[in-house]
């Protein structure tokens, strides 16, 4: 659903795709808008000689329902009627092709296109079924859900259709499970549950990632009740399948930033996803997903092997590590150095550093003076660092340190704390309010010989 406006700060997924020539399988959980949009610009169709330019990406499997390949309601150059032509072309032509389901009304249609059953039935496949990719058995396991047949016919709702399936990836002795869920409403998840647990297929609903349906929607939950704004209860199936959670798993909403006011995303859902699983769940939003507050949103990225699935740190272009404020969970850059990863240290010597504090009107005056006060700085003074007295002899080198503590500091993204060479002198202005140190450290024949510190609290006023 990306635009080329400029503040649309959404992943440009073919951009990001393109270099993938041809895809194994290609697969559209349903017929709305926001699950196709720009499918026929990207892809190689058989049907239409337009869409078959060099630069598209070939698909070796479609994958899409009976209730997406029967759609009538369906808007004229719409992505989803595009694709739902390329399907009815491949299930004519018997190949790269899975029908998802098969009501009364598919068999219908075959008729009218005078397509013996017979000889497209191996392309069908069935809630309860797996699926295996010729080549990765040993990898990659597709255990469908839904649709249902029953739920494929006269649809009122084209989200209820929707595939639902475990992937299960095969690492040695270790299993990975992804549930797909599409726009999926809860009244199908009950189903799902129902059918699995009669079956004793509870394994099939086992979990470490869990694509939260329809957008962090409450439909994926329950109904919605008037008096329920904080949280909902989600139906007793949707709380059993919630609690199938693995270790550590996570929840991903695909979904803008969460308030009290999108829709969807609701708020309330988020409560509940999170209330109602495990205190080791992750909730993540696509959206939400953000190096540091300001910047884009980066694509959330899981590597899964066998030692099951982590969540990839952000990739920094300064090669920092990304750590999330404890206060607010805003991502910022630990750009802190330690002396003793630079040099050895070795305490031979004193060393004390003092600053002197201008600001206009004002007169002067010393760091460690005001400190015994136990009062805090006002904002825009501008400081004067220096070496008060040292035991060094000269020769030596000189380094400091400006470190900004606290979640003012971690929200900007604004930390400091690199070391760097400097003279006897070291200005700052104080700038934001919080906790900030700065040491001073005299190195010589590549040794640290001295070290000394200095607070600097900084008020709000
Ligand atoms: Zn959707």
Known sequence: ??????????????????????FEVVMFSHAHEDHVKGASE?????????????????????????????????????????????????????????????????????????????????????????ISISGYEDEIEFFVHAPF??????????????????????????ETNILITGDTPYSVLDK????????????????????????????????????????????????WLLEQAQDNAYMVASCEEITEDTSPPHIIAKRTYEKYTASDVSFLATMEHKRLKDSKPSPIVFTIDDNGIALNEFADTENKVIEKCSYHHMYFRNTEQFISDMFPVR?????????????????????????????????????????ESTTCPAPYDIYWKVRNVGHVAEEKDCIRGEIKPGNAHHKESTDFYGEHFVECYLVKNGVCVARDRIDVPIGNI
């Open 192 to 239: 799902i549950v129902e059918f699995s647990q009669e079956q004793g297929n509870e394994d099939r609903l086992v979990w470490d990632i869990y694509d939260i349906p329809h957008h962090c929607s409450y439909t994926g939950l329950n109904e919605k009740e008037e008096k329920n704004t904080r949280i909902m209860t989600p139906t007793e199936n949707v709380q």
């Open 42 to 130: 990207f892809f190689y169709l058989k049907y239409a000689k337009k869409y078959q330019s060099d630069d598209r990406s070939h698909i070796k499997e479609l994958w899409v329902s009976a209730a997406f390949l029967l759609d009538t309601d369906l808007e004229n150059q719409s992505d989803a009627k595009i694709i739902r032509n390329e399907a009815r072309y491949r299930l004519k032509n018997a190949e790269g092709i899975r029908i998802f389901a098969a009501p009364d009304t598919l068999k219908d249609w075959l008729e009218d296109q005078e397509i013996d059953y017979d000889d497209i039935k191996h392309l069908i496949v069935h809630a309860g079924e797996i």
């Open 347 to 387: 305490a031979l010597y004193l060393l004390r550093i003092n600053c002197k504090v201008s600001q206009n009107g004002w007169r002067d005056f010393f760091l460690i003076d005001f400190l015994r006060s136990k009062g805090y700085l006002r904002r825009h003074k501008s400081l004067d660092f220096f070496i």
């Open 1 to 22: 659903m990306r635009t080329e406006a400029t503040d649309d700060l959404r992943y440009d997924i073919q951009e990001e795709l393109s270099s993938i020539k041809e």
């Open 149 to 174: 047949s029953d739920d494929s016919e006269e649809v009122q709702d084209k989200n209820d259709p929707s595939i639902v399936m475990q992937v299960r990836l095969l690492n040695d002795d270790y």
